[in-house]
């Protein structure tokens, strides 16, 4: 079964950094694209980052480009999102998500849980 | 930027009957669209990749089509599990993938 366990989240001020981590598991992490999407509180999704399976291509959000940014250890079947100068607006469910392919990112297929983040002062 | 446009923002429906959702796109995004769905507190389901392909375990009585930059999907008949939030995504123009604003399939 897939399991992906988000977790980093929580209370930050304007202009601090945090990191949030996926951990993986039931599936062949390396095989696989990952993506993170976050969900404002009663908002939509907005697509975060994406990375293939290597590292070799990761792109971003015009919102977050700059800012975040997105890693993965295969050997820990554990992906990253580091992201620095956050702002209200970052405050959000940050989703960790499998894509279904490895080498192009797509629509992700299986979805972790979330962890929050807040960014207030 | 794409933007993906869904309609309407609130369906009203019985459970047995036809859902169509709408999603549509700013501009050309071949087939590169998803369908999701959300409940309350529950990370979103992949439904639809590929504009019409069922993703795994998808019951039959969802399916997906498209016409040009028009999408839509249909619930053939609405079981009373089929009443949440459903989203588009368009995963055509790396990196600027994009959802739509979302339509609440609500029990009338």
């Known amino acids: 079964e897939v399991q992906l366990v988000e977790s980093g989240g929580g209370l930050v001020q304007p202009g601090r950094s945090l990191r949030l981590s996926c951990a993986a598991s039931?599936?062949?992490?390396?095989?696989?694209?990952m993506h993170w999407v976050r969900q404002g509180p009663g908002k939509g999704l907005e697509w975060v980052s994406g990375?293939?399976?290597?590292?070799?291509?990761?792109g971003y959000a015009d919102s977050v480009k700059g800012r975040f940014t997105i890693s993965r250890d295969n050997a820990e079947s554990s992906l990253y999102l580091q992201m620095n100068s956050l702002r209200a607006e970052d405050t959000a469910l940050y989703y960790c998500?499998?894509?279904?392919?490895?080498?192009?990112?797509?629509?992700?297929?299986?979805w972790g849980q979330g962890t929050l983040v807040t960014v207030s002062s | 930027e794409v933007v993906m446009t869904q309609s309407p923002a609130t369906l009203s429906m019985s459970p047995g009957e036809r859902a169509t959702l709408s999603c549509r796109a700013s501009?050309?995004?071949?087939?590169?669209l998803a369908w999701y769905q959300q409940k309350p507190g529950q990370a979103p389901r992949l439904l639809i990749y590929g504009a019409s392909t069922r993703a795994t375990g998808i019951p039959a009585r969802f399916s997906g089509s498209w016409s040009g930059t028009e999408f839509t999907l249909t619930i053939s008949s609405l079981q009373s599990e089929d009443f949440a939030v459903y989203y588009c995504?368009?995963?055509?123009?790396?990196?600027?993938?994009?959802f739509g604003q979302g339509t609440r399939l609500e029990i009338k």
């Open positions: 990375i293939t399976w290597n590292s070799g291509r990761t």
């Open positions: 998500a499998k894509d279904r392919h490895y080498d192009i990112l797509t629509a992700p297929d299986y």
């Open positions: 501009q050309s995004i071949s087939s590169n």
């Open positions: 995504q368009q995963y055509n123009d790396w990196p600027l993938y994009t």
């Open positions: 039931g599936f062949a992490f390396d095989d696989y694209a």
